[in-house]
């Protein structure tokens, strides 16, 4: 089992930056792929970006724009996303996810960029 945990989501305004944290624990050593998602009222959940071992992958919406690493020791202990030059559609409920021996996720933080 793996557990999730996000954080450091918030307010901000358009043109600002945020940095969200996913804290894994348990089975981390079975990881081989975490990924973030969002999803914005009304909408389907949509993959932002995702990690594995050296590759990154992006969506079209975020690319350029928003960066996922691990933490220094390159495990899975920690995700990061780092986000600049937010926009109001980047307003949506972020979530973490690892994949494994299973699919895992977080409860999600909130982003709220205001225009």
């Known amino acids: 089992q793996v557990q999730l945990v996000e954080s450091g989501g918030g307010l901000v305004q358009a043109g600002g930056s945020l940095r969200l944290s996913c804290a894994a624990s348990g089975s981390t050593d079975s990881i081989n792929v975490i990924a973030w998602y969002r999803q914005a009222p009304g909408q389907e959940r949509e993959m932002v970006a995702t990690i594995r071992s050296g590759d990154r992958n992006y969506a079209d919406s975020v690319r350029g724009r928003f960066t996922i690493y691990r933490d220094k020791n390159n495990n899975w202990g920690r995700v990061y996303l780092q986000m600049n030059s937010l926009k109001p559609e980047d307003t949506a409920v972020y979530y973490c996810?690892?994949?494994?021996?299973?699919?895992?996720w977080g409860q999600g933080t909130q982003v709220t960029v205001s225009s």
């Open positions: 996810s690892a994949f494994g021996r299973g699919v895992y």
